[in-house]
């Protein structure tokens, strides 16, 4: 049965979660509109000093609304970076399911009583590769699912074959066609069952995570991923009723339950945005301290980081990373590995920094097949860089000079606003919906501790 969305918020249960009465009256909020400018100029040679307000983390929050979908109670969330553009992807997908989403700042409600229909179509799939993770939820809470296959994006072909064939093990019947994924349940419902991984992948181990919740038995994930954004989520299922032990191990088990309710849960900082924020720390040769960010979840970035010349202490909720100006940075090598190993998703961020260090590192990228597509930026800004295959050799120069550059995906962006911060003169960097994916106000933040950075 159709519940009409008006009925499903109760208002003081809103108010009590933090909701305002103004929000309460109001239109829905859909975040800020995305930005209509186009570029992002930077002007370099500022020392940064001040303080960065982290955000709740993207590849977190993108997951917990799949998980919404697992219950027909309402899922509250603090500390979601509502303003992304993938937010708002996400919010787009639950609605057409026929959810009911209210976001005011960083504050998120979910209502998954209403769902309509258990198709993703490929218009919204398309725009984010996270909406896969519908997958899970939607054919354990409803027997059957319709999701568009994602499809390649810049940094690799990014298959979700993992997916399917762990899926198939708990039951489902999958058929591929159309470029649909069309899943159904067996009768009875999903099966536990033991899933060996032959590959670590975060979104697998998500979206079995996910599904096993409402599967019938136990089911055990082998080689899952290890990151915290699925402990996080992990975590907010358990408030939501689910058995699950193991995480944050390569052996996470799940026994399954009749059903899921309600939660508030927030979300933990974002891991990446603190990353880059600490070489933008240490490139610029400033002193930040990055608000309600956590050290634990960065260890090998953080040691990689200390090992250049960088000063990093965890100060109660807060990361203050420092560097003298006068002392130059030291070359590193870094290899990406899954968590806990060094990030994938800082590595553009770390090439950026290794452009203008003394001496020579070694970049190995060893997650996504295309993920250099930072160097010939980098090189038009006078960086010397060679690839050879999945590696680069980076070899530090004096200087970087401003000039004009593309971003051809979120942390390839990232990176080339990075090397704006240190290079003489300006740098205009052009495509900038890259990176309002994924970084929440990274003008005004910037701004905020003296760098000259401007919308244009
Ligand atoms: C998540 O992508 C993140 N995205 C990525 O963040 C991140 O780079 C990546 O994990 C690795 O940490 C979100 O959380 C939304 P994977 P995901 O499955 O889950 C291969 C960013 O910049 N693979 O761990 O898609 C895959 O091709 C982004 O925020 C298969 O072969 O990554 C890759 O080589 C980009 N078959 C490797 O595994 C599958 O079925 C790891 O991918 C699934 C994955």
């Not at 009409?4 to 109001?26: C, H, Q, T, Y």
């Not at 202490?313 to 590995?337: F, H």
């Not at 060679?386 to 401003?402: D, N, Y």
């Not at 890259?434 to 244009?456: D, M, P, S």
């Amino acid at each position: 049965m159709t519940v009409a969305k008006e009925s499903i918020w109760n208002d003081s249960v809103l108010r009590s979660r933090g909701f305002s009465p103004e929000s309460l009256k109001g239109a829905p909020d859909k975040g800020p509109a995305p930005s209509t400018l186009d570029k992002i100029k930077v002007i370099g040679g500022q020392e940064l000093h001040g303080d960065i307000p982290i955000s709740g983390a993207k590849n977190c929050a993108l997951k917990l609304m799949c998980a919404a979908l697992l219950t027909d109670k309402s899922v509250y969330f603090e500390n979601a970076p509502n303003s992304l553009r993938d937010m708002q992807s996400q919010t787009e997908l639950l609605e057409y399911l026929g959810c009911a989403v209210k976001r005011e700042g960083s504050l998120m409600a979910i209502n998954a009583g209403p769902v309509k229909t258990q198709t993703a179509p490929y218009d919204i799939v398309r725009k984010m590769r996270g909406s896969i993770l519908v997958l899970g939820p939607l054919l354990a809470r409803f027997g059957e699912a319709k999701v568009s296959l994602p499809g390649g994006c810049a940094i690799g072909t990014r298959p979700v074959d993992m997916h399917i064939k762990a899926l198939e093990e708990l039951g489902a019947q999958i058929t591929l066609e159309e470029g649909y994924i069309n899943a159904r349940a067996p009768a009875g419902g999903l099966q536990g069952a033991k899933i060996l991984f032959p590959k670590v992948s975060v979104g697998a181990t998500e979206n079995l995570m996910m599904a096993a919740t409402l599967a019938n038995g136990t089911t055990t994930l082998v080689n899952a991923a290890r990151e915290p954004e699925i402990t996080d989520l992990g975590e907010c299922l358990i408030k939501m009723g689910a058995k699950i032990t193991g995480l944050g191990t390569e052996r996470i088990t799940i026994e399954g339950v009749n059903s899921l309710g309600g939660a508030h849960h927030a979300i933990v900082p974002d891991r990446i945005e603190t990353g880059t924020y600490m070489v933008a720390a240490a490139m610029t040769g400033g002193s930040l301290r990055l608000k309600n960010a956590r050290l634990e979840h960065l260890s090998a970035a953080a040691g990689h980081l200390s090992q250049t010349g960088v000063a990093i202490d965890q100060d109660g909720a807060d990361i203050i990373v420092s560097r003298d100006p006068n002392i130059p940075l030291k070359s590193i090598d870094i290899m990406t590995e899954p968590h806990p190993g060094f990030p994938t998703d800082l590595q553009a961020q770390f090439m950026a920094m290794l452009t203008i260090a003394e001496g020579a590192g070694l970049v190995t990228e060893t997650i996504f097949e295309n993920r250099f597509m930072h160097v010939p930026e980098l090189s038009r800004m006078g960086a010397n860089i060679t690839v050879q295959g999945h590696s680069a050799i980076v070899r530090g120069v004096p200087k970087l000079t401003g000039a004009e550059v593309m971003a051809t995906d979120l942390r390839a962006s990232v990176a080339l606003v990075l090397a704006g911060l240190v290079a003489e003169g300006e740098t205009t960097i052009n495509r900038i919906y890259h990176l309002e994916r994924g970084y929440e106000n990274i003008v005004e933040k910037l701004g905020g501790v003296g760098a000259n950075i401007k919308h244009a």
